[in-house]
């Protein structure tokens, strides 16, 4: 015996057998929809997440301990801290309901720093990514950067400042 769903498109409720995901007059979104879940399996795949994890993520022990210590309960409470001291607004940028928690110093350049309220701040994803990009540049962390004896910032607003003036300069090269 045949198996049937609904149909997939917002407010139709003809009922399509197994195994599309579109009715006849809907058909067209049927290729895209299985694209979609395709690219979305790729993304989300074990190997994916083995290579993130083992050659990004936990690259050597150093790196490892760094991560672990966001699984334990002292970040937990201390990004809860942070997000509710800023009420989920972007220090950088100014961007409501922003649920990501950076450190102004990064741990990765001084690991004392990494359970101090003040060496956090909340940032939307666009400014982390604009930040750490900055971060690498200036401190020399991230992966094949030789660390620099820079001056560390701890004032969101000079980093806002040097973040843009390296975005302009890398738009402008």
């Not at 917002?10 to 290729?31: D, F, I």
């Not at 971060?135 to 806002?160: C, F, M, P």
Request: charged share 30%; net charge positive; hydrophobic share 25%.
């Amino acid at each position: 015996m045949p198996r049937y769903r609904r149909c997939r498109q917002p407010g139709c409720h003809a009922m399509v057998q197994l195994p599309n995901h579109y009715c006849a007059k809907h058909h067209e979104h049927e290729a895209e929809y299985l694209a979609n879940r395709q690219r979305w399996a790729r993304a989300h795949s074990k190997q994916y997440q083995h290579k993130y994890n083992n050659v990004t993520r936990y690259r050597n022990d150093t790196k490892s301990k760094q991560y672990q210590f966001y699984k334990t309960r002292i970040w937990s409470v201390l990004r809860q801290q942070a997000l509710d001291r800023d009420h989920y607004v972007c220090q950088y940028c100014g961007q409501p309901n922003s649920k990501t928690v950076d450190h102004i110093v990064p741990i990765e350049y001084d690991e004392k720093l990494k359970d101090h309220l003040d060496n956090l701040a909340t940032i939307c994803r666009k400014c982390h990514r604009l930040k750490t990009d900055w971060e690498h540049s200036w401190y020399g962390t991230g992966i094949g950067n030789q660390r620099k004896q820079a001056t560390e910032l701890h004032d969101v607003l000079s980093i806002k400042h040097l973040m843009n003036k390296n975005k302009n300069n890398d738009s402008e090269s």
